[in-house]
């Protein structure tokens, strides 16, 4: 039976890009992609599912109010509903910029999968490459990890690292890193669609 993987993705869809590539490669074996979710109209990554055929849904953020008038909770039982009519076995995270709540997290426990572009725990939330460059760390890297209630918070599950150069800035750190990340994701998924795992406190146990 297929692993069936729902991707999120607020913008360019890079990382959605390659792992769908990389499927189509036979790369993560037995994965498919059943659905792309979009909290933003105007994202690359729903053209670039429209040309693979891959089903997309639009559930439009800003229709449920900005700032501090935005209903959280409508939202997310919207999202919800779409999710839940797709089955996934995995929800992957892919550029999915908005926070997700705890209705959501619990009806998908430990099935959620987040990437972001740094070694977590070290630099959180948005724009972590510029947080990097700030700091002046000299390594850097990505993170796939279980999605739960702290942000950038839950258990790792695969980690690749990146030399940060003198003339780095935020765009040139953030392109190298994006090919890192790619890869990362995809030897990560591939991990979890085929070998048997357990999640041991914060551990991964790997064909326990
Ligand atoms: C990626 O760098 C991803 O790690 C980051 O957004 C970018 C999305 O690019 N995600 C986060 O910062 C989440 N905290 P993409 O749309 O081309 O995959």
Redesign the pocket.
Known sequence: MAVRLVIL?S??????SAIAEAIRQKKIPGAEIVGLVSNNPEAP?LLLAREKGIPTTIIDAKSFGRGKLFDRASYESALIEVVHRLSPDLICL??Y?LLLGESFLKHWPNQIV????SLLPSFRGLR?QKQALDYGVQWTG?TVHWVNEEL?GGPIIAQEILEVLPQDDEDSL?TRL?EV?HRTYIKALGMLCSQAYQIDGRRMRWNP
């Open positions: 993705a913008g360019r869809g890079s990382n959605f990554a892919a550029g910029m987040n990437i972001h572009p972590a990505c950038d953030s994006l990340e």
